[in-house]
């Protein structure tokens, strides 16, 4: 009895200095040793764990903002196939084949097929990876006082859509590059025969469509069900061209438009014509110089089938935290390897087109 009163008169006593530190203090007596300090736990800006947290944050993130990501994939029944075998592997560039279908007609009846054994045809072509990144440094905790909003998420907000912006402009640019064929708007043969008028239309699209089935070797469309597909980007210009002068496109969308589809290659889409599921893009090309008098303005709009290019990780998006002047300031970084190539096979565009016209210049 005598040992309870003297620890109720101890832990009356150290009321005083805190609840917390009587309740040490009552453990160390019973022999249980507390937790010494009793500080907060604390993750810094350059921990590890707020690290982590943030690169995962930025890759959960970067998908979405990519214009490009409804059009990839790893499979073939793509627009653009991913390829990720550098992830793995040493190196800076990957190698893919295209395979042609078999021509020959084959061996009848009792023919002797011996010696008349057919060829394979294969083509091949490259992606090289490189290294992008870009940063931001926050001048320093007082800057940061002086703002109503958070410096440090809004830098990170930043670089993660810089990141998705420059794979998307990397992505137009190879695909746009130096076309193999090219579709004229109109009876233009050439940019420079390019007259008012010759809009984007309907049109337009099936004399694409037809173009593609007709090749050698052939575009093939991307399966979705059991319905064949082809994709077209247009320019903002284009599609109020569409939406203007042509009234089979208004009548067609009225119809049977792209309403409750789940397929991500229709996410999007403004709609659908003769097959060919319509997009658009203010990254698609324009020019104010086509025309004979070298002053009308155009785009060149894109047609795509499947494996029309591809994509190459090395590393994908990965975040960087940095602290200068003892802590003061505070860095971040994002950046990622990879690589994208328009798929061309003996020297002709494997599965795309572009489709020059003349826009309105809205």
Not at 192 to 197: C, F, L, N, P, Y
Request: hydrophobic share 45%.
């Amino acid at each position: 009895m005598t040992t309870v009163l003297r620890l109720l008169t101890a832990y009356s006593a150290l009321r005083d200095i805190g609840l917390g530190r009587a309740d040490a203090f009552l453990l160390a007596l019973r022999g249980v040793v507390p937790i010494a300090g009793g500080a907060d736990s604390e993750w810094t800006t350059g921990s590890p764990e707020a690290v982590k947290r943030w690169s995962r944050q930025a890759w959960v993130e970067l998908p979405k903002l990519i214009y490009w990501n409804k059009f990839m994939g790893m499979g073939l029944n793509n627009v653009i196939q991913v390829k990720t075998e550098l992830e793995a592997e040493a190196g800076d560039k990957i190698t893919f084949s295209f395979i042609r279908k078999l021509q020959g007609a084959g061996v009848t009846g009792d023919g002797d097929l011996e010696n008349q054994e057919e060829a394979i045809a294969s083509y091949s072509d490259a992606v090289t990876i490189d290294q992008k990144r870009n940063a931001i440094r926050l001048k320093g905790r007082m800057s940061e006082r002086r703002t109503a909003y958070n410096q440090r998420v809004i830098a990170k907000e930043l670089l993660t859509t810089w990141m998705a912006e420059t794979i998307d402009a990397d992505i137009f640019a190879a695909v746009d590059t130096s076309p193999s064929t090219v579709v004229f708007g109109g009876a233009a043969t050439s940019t420079a025969t390019i007259a008012v008028g010759d809009y984007f239309t309907t049109a337009l699209i099936t004399k694409c469509k037809t173009k593609a089935k007709k090749a050698v070797p052939k575009l093939w469309p991307i399966k979705i069900g059991n319905k064949e597909y082809y994709v077209m980007i247009i320019h903002p210009d284009q599609e109020s061209d569409l939406k203007t002068f042509d009234a089979a496109w208004i009548q067609a969308q009225r119809e049977a438009n792209v309403r409750g589809d789940e397929n991500p290659l229709f996410e999007g889409a403004v709609g659908i014509w003769d097959g060919v599921i319509v997009h658009v893009h203010e990254d698609i090309a324009i020019s104010t110089t086509w025309g004979s008098s070298a002053l009308l303005t155009g785009a060149s709009a894109m047609f795509l089938a499947r494996q029309a290019g591809a994509f190459a990780w090395g590393e994908r998006p990965r975040w960087v935290e940095k602290e200068f002047d003892f802590g003061n300031k505070v860095g971040f970084a994002i950046g990622a390897i990879y690589g994208v190539k328009k798929a061309v096979f003996n020297a002709v565009d494997h599965a795309s087109m572009s489709v020059r016209t003349y826009r309105t210049n809205n």
